[in-house]
């Protein structure tokens, strides 16, 4: 069982900025970021995958989000800049074998940290 702890969410005004951090337990193949608004599905964000350190991003963040990684601490980072009101969700740390574009494909998630952006 991996275990993932997510960090780093908060208020913030639109057009800040805030640092998402996911601390795993253990390695798995890939790593990624989900957010769910009130009312809304689960949609997909941004994923990495370990060994090769591809990245992945939905449209809706391309150019504002950042996705990293740090082998050592086997730690995912999801960078958020020119935030938007619409980002506003709860955001959560998901992990799996395959790489982690759809909620289907993750095996393991974390609790999911607020992010609120204010206008």
């Known amino acids: 069982q991996v275990q993932l702890v997510e960090s780093g969410g908060g208020l913030v005004q639109a057009g800040g900025s805030l640092r998402l951090s996911c601390a795993a337990s253990?390695?798995?193949?890939?790593m990624g970021w989900f957010r769910q608004a009130p009312g809304k599905e689960r949609e997909f964000v941004a994923a990495?995958?370990?060994?090769?350190?591809?990245?992945y991003y939905a449209d809706s963040v391309k150019g504002r989000f950042t996705i990293s990684r740090d082998s050592a601490k086997n730690t995912v980072y999801l960078q958020m800049n020119s935030l938007k009101p619409e980002d506003t969700a709860v955001y959560y740390c998901?992990?799996?074998?395959?790489?982690?574009?759809?909620?289907?494909?993750?095996?393991?998630w974390g609790r999911g940290t607020q992010v609120t952006v204010s206008s």
């Open positions: 998901a992990a799996g074998w395959t790489v982690v574009t759809a909620r289907t494909k993750a095996d393991y």
């Open positions: 253990s390695r798995t193949s890939a």
């Open positions: 990495i995958s370990w060994m090769a350190g591809s990245t």
